[in-house]
């Protein structure tokens, strides 16, 4: 088994929520997710090094954005 644990500060613990929750729904039955105060810990554990690189490699793509996203202000709609 071939295990990889990406670590990602984001300022705040509020800030590492909001990644975490945006990047949780695309994980696989091989990935966990996890804050740890203002970090996103998310651990990949794949059967052969191709596929823990191609995972990674996805995760991080939307890691990116989800921290590009969670940067940006809150909008509200009021009429």
């Known amino acids: 088994m071939r295990r990889a644990a990406i670590r990602t500060s984001h300022g705040s613990p509020a800030g590492a929520e909001r990644v975490a929750a945006a990047v949780r729904p695309d994980n696989t039955a091989e990935m966990t997710t996890r804050v740890e105060g203002e970090t996103v810990v998310t651990t ?3 059967d052969a090094t191709n596929g823990l690189q191609s995972t ?24």
């Open 56 to 79: 990674v490699d996805d995760y991080v793509v939307n890691l990116r954005v989800a921290a590009q996203l969670s940067d940006q202000p809150t909008q509200s709609n009021h009429e």
């Open 44 to 46: 990949i554990e794949r």
